[in-house]
């Protein structure tokens, strides 16, 4: 199995700045594609960033640039740093990771716990 750990939210005031990570761990083959979600009260789950084993990223418009994923393979983490922090980024921010438990079995999603960013104005 494939665990996410969560950690570097907390409370920011607007243009502040956080940096999230979350580390794999567990018993598994491989981690493919990584990836930050969040859900704001009342909404659906939405893709902040996602990034591949070599490096190709993707974002979604209301973050680009000022959010950068980045993330350390040998580590089997992901990182999110943010920036330029808005009210509107406040949410629960999720890590999301595509993971072989062996060559054969996969790939299966994963999902962190959350962890809460909380953006003041």
């Known amino acids: 199995q494939v665990q996410l750990v969560e950690s570097g939210g907390g409370l920011v005031q607007a243009g502040g700045s956080l940096r999230l990570s979350c580390a794999a761990s567990?018993?598994?083959?491989?981690?493919?594609?990584m990836a930050w979600y969040r859900q704001a009260p009342g909404k659906q789950r939405e893709l902040v960033a996602g990034?591949?084993?070599?490096?190709?990223?993707k974002y979604a418009d209301s973050v680009k640039g000022r959010f950068t994923i980045s993330r350390d393979n040998a580590k089997n983490t992901v990182y999110l740093q943010m920036n330029s922090l808005k009210p509107e980024d406040t949410a629960v921010y999720y890590c999301?990771?595509?993971?072989?438990?062996?060559?054969?079995?996969?790939?299966?999603?994963?999902w962190g716990q959350g962890t809460q960013v909380t953006v003041s104005s």
């Open positions: 990034i591949t084993t070599v490096g190709t990223t």
């Open positions: 567990g018993s598994f083959f491989g981690i493919n594609d």
């Open positions: 999301k990771a595509v993971g072989f438990l062996t060559v054969v079995h996969g790939p299966y999603d994963y």
